[in-house]
């Protein structure tokens, strides 16, 4: 039997189903996607990565069993509908055996070709028995094979397909905007020489009603390029702003620092919405800091960097998060108008037990003084971290040994019913968790 055509496929594969179905056997669907060949169409040209699959559909096919069916299903896609299972581990057995095969270099006129295939796997049972219902579920555990850097993953019910999930929340997070379903949280910043509250940052916080507490990391990756960014840029902007003077009138005189992405960057209408924000709620420009990630400050941008120069000309400050994560240039680090770099967690954690951590926030240190910058330690935990980084110089700490992110009302309770002054006392607000 030759290997088919997609319309074929379907129709023969409808036919062993029904039949399956009345005899009470089992069968499988396999869907195998190809990473590799969407790289090689630019490079060998359309028609030769077509002929590739033919030959590799040719070679699934002679080794599987006669029965099975093979298919094209797309331009780095195949198909295989399994028969003749006696148990549904044969299904799992049958795709390691594809997957050893095809994981082997393919020979294609003078040059090997490594072709890096992924199986999502369907078994047929009393829930999972239409054609279109096994192809479904099998693309979907193709794709948290994808997601998961696995080579095969079997379907099963119970999982929740991970693009429909990012779908459904998608849409879930257009309501929210609207319906005041976000938050912010405020976590502390101590400037370490004074022992005050420097500044806030708004964190955006989002509990879904069915999934719970949404990580904001997982929010901005639904929203980053699409129409909702903007929405939540500008309810970011005007609820950080709105609720620093809210703060500030309960008596805690600080700042806000605000993360804006590297969409909000690319957005014209940015340094309009910002210039309103001020006149609006009137926090002095110098009280509020812009924080945006080093990848988005760094990235080579005419635009970027005319919006960071527009921004800071209005007297805000800026700062780049997440410093040393990212591929920071020194020659564009100068080009930048910052006022402060923040060292991300991952090295301020492990200063306390591990040298090399230490010797990167001395050296980060060290050298964001050199450029007039301000430097901002995240994820303070503990008490010898703390006075390391005030042997070290750094200006500003923030983390739960000071206290976690908050909403405004507990803010302003916590502010109000503690000293502002932890030079006397370890410098903490609020106990963790």
């Given at each position: ?9 379907l129709k023969?594969a ?5 039949h399956a ?12 996607n ?9 490079v060998?040209?359309?028609s030769?990565?077509d002929d590739?699959l033919?030959q590799?559909?040719n ?8 029965a ?5 299903s797309g331009?780095?896609q195949?198909?295989?509908l399994l ?5 549904d ?8 055996k ?9 020979a ?5 070709i490594?072709?890096?295939p992924r199986?999502g796997v369907?078994?047929q049972?009393q829930?999972?028995?239409t054609l ?7 693309s979907?555990?193709l794709?948290?094979?994808?997601q ?6 079997l ?6 397909d991970p693009?429909?999930?990012?779908i459904?929340l998608?849409?879930d997070?257009g309501?929210?905007i609207?319906?005041g ?10 400037d370490?020489?004074s022992?005050?509250?420097?500044s ?6 989002w509990?879904?009603p ?8 997982k929010?901005?990756q639904?929203?980053?390029g ?6 939540i840029?500008l ?6 702003l ?5 703060y500030?009138?309960a008596g ?11 969409d909000d960057?690319?957005d014209p209408e ?6 309103q ?6 926090v002095?420009?110098g ?5 945006l990630?080093e ?9 970027t960097?005319?919006?960071?120069y527009?921004l800071?000309?209005m007297g ?5 998060d997440?410093?040393?994560t ?18 991300d ?6 200063m306390a037990?591990r040298?090399?951590h230490d010797?990167i926030v001395?050296?980060?240190i060290?050298?964001?003084?050199r450029l007039?910058?301000s ?6 935990e503990d ?5 390391r980084?005030q042997?070290l ?9 000071i206290?976690k992110?908050?909403p ?13 002054d ?12």
């Open positions: 039997m030759t290997v088919l055509t997609y319309q074929n496929f023969r409808a036919q062993e189903l029904n179905r009345s005899s009470g056997s089992h069968k499988a669907v396999l869907v195998v190809f990473e590799r060949l969407a790289e090689l169409d630019g060998l040209g359309f030769a990565v590739i033919q590799v559909a070679q699934l096919k002679s080794a599987l069993h006669p099975d069916l093979v298919g094209i331009r780095y195949l198909c295989c028969g003749e299972l006696l148990t581990a044969h299904a799992m057995l049958a795709a390691h594809i997957i050893r095969i095809l994981a082997q270099p393919f294609f006129g003078r040059r090997n490594i072709l890096a199986i369907a078994i049972n829930s999972n028995h279109d219902q096994l192809m479904s579920n099998a979907s555990a794709r948290r094979a994808k998961d850097q696995d080579p095969i993953k379907f099963h019910i119970e999982q929740e693009l429909l999930f990012h459904d998608w849409s997070l309501n929210a609207e319906t379903g976000l938050y912010l949280g405020y976590q502390p910043q101590i370490i020489a022992g005050k509250i420097k806030t940052e708004a964190l955006l916080r509990v879904h069915h999934h719970g507490p949404i990580r904001t990391d929010l901005i639904i929203a980053e699409t129409a909702l960014m903007p929405k840029t309810w970011v902007f005007h609820t950080a709105r609720e620093c003077c809210e500030r009138q805690l005189h600080a700042g806000v620092s605000i993360n804006f992405s590297a960057l690319r940015l340094t309009d919405l910002v210039s924000g001020l006149a609006l709620w009137n002095p420009p009280d509020i800091t812009v924080e990630t990848t988005a400050v760094m990235a080579n941008d005419a635009g960097l005319d919006t960071l527009k800071k000309d805000l400050k800026l700062a780049m997440d410093f040393g990212g591929y920071s240039s020194m020659a564009r680090m100068l080009d930048l108008p910052l006022d402060e770099v923040k060292i967690m991952i090295f301020v954690r492990h037990t040298h090399k010797r001395d050296s980060m060290n050298m964001a003084h007039n910058l430097v901002v330690a995240e994820g303070v008490i010898k971290t703390y006075q980084l042997a110089g750094c200006d500003v700490i923030q983390g739960y040994l206290g992110a908050m405004l009302p507990e803010l302003i309770a916590t502010v109000n019913k503690q000293s502002l932890f030079l006397q006392t370890p410098p903490r607000m609020v106990t963790e968790g």
